[in-house]
């Protein structure tokens, strides 16, 4: 279940490099995309917080540290909570109407984001959150 969920966790993150490379399009002329509602440090925050759970994932692979392994399990669900905040703020610009809001969601760069790659990442992360959890408890 270790692999599995490092696999996960894996493919996850690369999900998440593609959205990211997408959201620095912002200022970049030729996409038109020139803001963003997503806080930068959010953004940055959930990203590193992932990449720092992953590599002490790593860790607890090769320590099998039972300590290490609940509190990267805890990281995980922190970074999965700021990723349902910047959904939740991507979702709500999605879904606005309105006269200028199709304006707007042209110069969004979160906007250009393709909607199953974001529904994707989140279903990734919900089954690395669980992956986690049930090689933690030993399953598997």
Partial sequence: ????ALGLWI???????????ILLRTGNTHSGATETHLPTTAVFAHGSLAVF???????????RDDVLGWVVLGTVV??????????????KDRRATGPHS????ARLAEQQIPSPVVHL?????TFTILAVLLALLGVG
């Fill in 1 to 4: 279940m270790e692999l599995a």
């Fill in 121 to 125: 990442h989140g279903a990734l992360a």
């Fill in 78 to 91: 922190v970074v999965a909570l700021g990723g349902g905040l910047l959904f939740l703020r991507w979702h």
């Fill in 11 to 21: 493919a996850t993150i690369m999900g998440g490099l593609y959205m990211f490379g």
């Fill in 102 to 105: 199709e304006a707007v969601k």
């Fill in 53 to 63: 759970g992953l590599g002490g994932w790593a860790v607890y692979m090769g320590y």
